[in-house]
């Protein structure tokens, strides 16, 4: 145990050593993003009532956590694969466990100013008061874990090439068809139940649950729906990272 952590610890730190000027970029871009959903949704809204603000003020935050997840992270691999990186990062005396997760706090740090801040104009612009649980944290880490340990299972398995597209589709499909900043059943039948098994709308869920927290409580089925996607990719991610070709 005491080699794992210090494995993880100084894994971290070279992650923040290795990534300190792009970190600080992706930092910024995580702070618009968030920002800019909330913002930029309002504008094609003309008018926006309380329900509507819910989703969109929860939304840019789950919105954020899967672009960090499940774009830029297997995206920074793909590169880290085309110049070598990935190969030296394949070889070091680390427990395998020990490098997923010091992957997976990386970028929920650098999500997190994005996340809050992205509440904080939600609130401002529209008038909104949040009710936190205490499952606050719980509901974001677990949302940043499933969206990395897929992401870098995808960027893992595939070639650069297929893992950028792959990540684009993912955008995609998050942004523009999955009931993330409104309801679900805006969507056709037959795409609300493939997202009764995709990981999008169970993200917003317990995101949505435990930032305003009403008198029905949290659900627990979006919980165990990520934790089974958590423990997928986690296991298809350290499966590929330990196999020997």
Known sequence: MRHWFRSYLLLLRWSAIRLRYL????????????????????????????????????????????????????????????????????????????????????????????????????????????????????????????????????AYAAPPPVTNMVTQLIVFIALMFSPINFPADRLPEWLQTIHQVLPFQHMAQVVRDSLTAGPAGVSAGPYAVLAAWCVLGLAATLHIMTRRD
Request: aromatic share 6%; hydrophobic share 60%.
């Open 23 to 154: 970190l600080s970029l992706v930092l910024v871009v995580q702070i618009f993003l968030s920002v800019g959903i909330v913002l930029g949704f309002a504008f094609l809204l003309p008018q926006i009532d309380p329900a509507t603000a819910r989703y969109l003020a929860t939304g840019a935050p789950t919105l954020g956590l899967i672009t960090i997840g499940m774009v830029m992270a297997p995206q920074l691999v793909a590169t880290a694969k085309t110049e070598g990186t990935f190969t030296y990062h394949q070889t070091l005396p680390v427990p395998r466990t020990a490098v997923v997760l010091s992957e997976v706090t990386t970028w929920l740090v650098v999500g997190a100013p994005g996340l809050l801040l992205g509440l904080l104009v939600a609130e401002l612009r529209f008038d909104l008061t949040l009710r936190v649980s205490w499952l606050a944290v719980p509901a974001a880490v677990l949302v940043a874990l499933a969206a990395t340990t897929v992401g870098l299972a995808i």
